[in-house]
């Protein structure tokens, strides 16, 4: 049986993250996107055969985990569409949309253009997709660092909105679709409580639960939630299969 206490982060966040995937859905990654990709083709090998996997758009059922999707990386895509091929896509409807960023805040709003720090504001990457995180039926939020300069109480900027944005609801503001179902970060699985505020609904690995705490923006409960346990076969499908060159093992 293989040890799971030896996953990298980034290996927990893909397994976690590709149960929330459903059979006969279609999902956009987005483009820096090897954590979602995982995900996506472990989902496609255990129990969603019929997932769509849109890569940066244009790559549809990528078959080769890449570090992110460029013209220098051959996923392997069963087709590849233009820029007209996305937006009918798109159009037609998204189930799931993958976000990360410099700031994600208690309840889901994320930030991708810009954070005010000591020495001034920093610029961020900015965002090609922000429609689609208010489009799309879900979106699936993901980072690979649990600290308080990433999970922030509020955002200084929202690129797209989560559950509550400045004392107002998604239905207060229009917004039609879910919003986040879910965060991962490499300590914890978070779902939006009646509130919409983020709250720890496993622990992905054992953890200090003060630690965890204090590197979080705003307050967790005070007692850690249940323990997140990977299989035997996601492990050996992610590592033999998905994986195999290592991408998310540690220090790559």
């Avoid at 055969?49 to 940066?56: D, E, F, S």
């Avoid at 929202?158 to 919003?179: C, F, K, M, Q």
């Avoid at 299989?231 to 033999?240: D, K, W």
Wanted: glycine fraction near 10%.
């Amino acid at each position: 049986m293989t040890d799971t206490t030896e996953l990298s982060p980034r290996e927990r966040i893909s397994i976690a993250i590709s149960r929330e995937l459903k059979d006969g859905t279609t999902v956009l990654t987005g483009a820096a996107s090897s954590v979602p990709l995982a995900a996506c083709l472990l989902a496609q090998a255990t129990h969603a055969p019929r997932l769509t996997v849109l890569g940066a758009g244009v790559y549809i059922n990528p078959r080769r985990l890449v570090p992110e999707f460029t013209a220098g990386w051959d996923c392997k895509p069963v087709a590849i569409g233009d820029m007209s091929d996305v937006f009918a896509i798109t159009e037609l409807g998204i189930d799931v949309m993958f976000y990360g960023g410099m700031q994600i805040d208690r309840y889901g709003c994320v930030n991708l253009h810009w954070v005010n720090t000591p020495s001034g504001r920093l610029r961020g990457p900015g965002l090609a997709n922000t429609g689609l995180g208010h489009t799309a039926r879900s979106t699936i939020l993901y980072t690979e660092r649990h600290d308080r300069r990433t999970l922030v109480d509020q955002v200084d900027y929202a690129s797209v909105i989560g559950h509550s944005y400045r004392g107002r609801s998604r239905t207060e503001l229009g917004l039609p679709n879910d919003g986040p179902t879910v965060l991962l970060t490499p300590d914890l699985l978070l779902r939006p409580a009646d509130d919409g505020t983020l709250t720890p609904d496993l622990a992905l690995h054992p953890l200090d639960w003060q630690d965890v705490r204090q590197r979080t923006g705003w307050q967790l409960p005070d007692t850690p939630p249940a323990a997140f346990t990977p299989t035997t076969e996601e492990i050996e499908l992610l590592r033999g299969s998905i994986d195999p060159s290592g991408l998310l093992s540690p220090g790559r």
